[in-house]
């Protein structure tokens, strides 16, 4: 943990209290959290080994930031409304979006996939940063409209020197917008670490734009479900935007195309692995004798079968023919795209042999 962090799971997975913030610990509960969070890492170690198989063209892998993810989108109600990054996979799943989406996005075969209305979650957002702005304006526009809920906005640290992230900042606290902007500080924006980045905290920059901001231990399920929670109330009664700044660290790779051996050393890897968020949960929940072996082993087969049926499913899908390149250009359609389509299908034609042939 940093200092002034919100806490209230050590990573030796004992409960300690806060005087603000507090969790609902159930037995059950606690095992629920457990599972999210497992299949969020087992879901995300596939797309990392489909791109190697070359399955993949790219995967932004979440591993080291389950308990902030999973804590965050548990916190969220079915009214509540979730603009996500493009690394949000565990928010995803608390969402209910068929991870094959996720994947199919990654192979390039579809822009998505899921209806956003339907699970009110966004489309991933691959530009740093712009989906903090798209949640704002959507936040203004519930408050205008008097409609229930708030929004979420999931960002990393890197994105926090991006103007739109000031913009948003500023348009939220002007307008009181219902939002909570949820940065995973894993502490390395790509290559860059923190301190090239910001002289103070990331939470303390909503003091300059005239909202509340928290740090929260980015590795504590409990801690983060707990501080989102306050903050989501916070907006739907009208009171405002919160900054809440999950500190965690990303222990795989930016995504496959990066080494983070050339920017980074063992040691400081090794002293995150030591504070892995699912290793403390369970460590709590065998201290309690919530959980025994026999449970964590029924959750591992269970994340691994899973896994095997989202492998076939996404070998299954068909890649997309090159006309799809026209398709939703324009919702209503368009006569010049037409134009184009009917140009394309001629050239594509112009390479078959008198047989029909390719």
């Known amino acids: ?25 159930s037995a059950d509960g606690l095992r629920e959290l457990y599972r999210d969070m497992a299949w969020s890492r087992r879901m995300d170690a596939e797309g990392v080994t489909l791109q190697r198989q070359g399955e993949l063209g790219l995967w932004p892998s979440l591993l080291g930031q389950e308990a902030a993810q999973i804590g965050a989108g548990r916190a969220l109600r079915a009214e509540d409304y979730v603009f996500p990054s493009y690394r949000d996979h565990g928010v995803a799943l608390c969402r209910d979006v068929d991870p094959l989406h996720l994947l199919r996005m990654f192979r390039g075969v ?10 009110n979650f966004h489309l991933y957002t691959l530009v740093i940063g712009s989906q903090v702005l798209h949640a ?10 008097g409609a229930p809920g708030a929004v979420l906005v999931c ?36 290559s860059e670490s923190n ?42 009664s009208g009171e405002g935007p919160t900054l809440i700044e999950a500190y965690t660290y990303r222990m795989g790779a930016h995504t496959t195309s990066d080494d983070p051996t050339k920017y980074r050393d063992a040691e400081e890897l090794e002293h995150w692995r030591l504070r892995d968020p699912l290793a403390r949960l ?17 959750v591992d087969a269970e994340c691994e079968q899973r896994a095997v049926h989202l492998r076939t499913q996404l070998r299954q899908t068909a890649d997309p ?23 394309f299908a001629a ?3 112009s390479f078959a042999d008198a047989d029909g042939g390719k």
């Not at 369970?282 to 029924?298: I, K, P, Q």
């Open 347 to 349: 050239y594509q034609a």
């Open 110 to 119: 579809s822009n998505g996939g899921w209806d956003p209305n339907g699970n």
């Open 195 to 236: 301190d090239r980045q910001t002289r103070v905290p990331l939470h303390q920059r909503a003091q300059g734009f005239g909202f509340p901001g928290v740090r929260v231990d980015g590795n504590d399920v409990l801690a983060c479900r707990a501080v989102t929670e306050w903050a989501l109330e916070r907006a739907r």
């Open 282 to 298: 369970r460590t709590l929940l065998e201290h309690r004798g919530w959980a025994d072996d026999d449970f964590f082993a029924r």
């Open 155 to 190: 960002f990393g640290d890197g994105a926090t020197s991006q103007g739109d992230v000031s913009e948003a900042f500023n348009f939220a606290a002007v307008f009181h917008a219902p939002v909570v902007f949820f940065c995973q500080n894993n502490q390395w924006a790509i």
């Open 1 to 25: 943990m940093t200092t002034g962090s919100i806490q209230l799971l050590t990573h030796e997975g004992e409960l300690v209290p806060h005087p603000d913030y507090h969790a609902e610990i």
């Open 321 to 343: 023919g090159p006309e799809h390149l026209f398709a939703h250009v324009y919702a209503d359609g368009h006569a010049l795209v037409d134009e184009e389509r009917a140009q």
């Open 136 to 145: 704002t304006g959507y936040a203004m526009g519930l408050a205008q409209d």
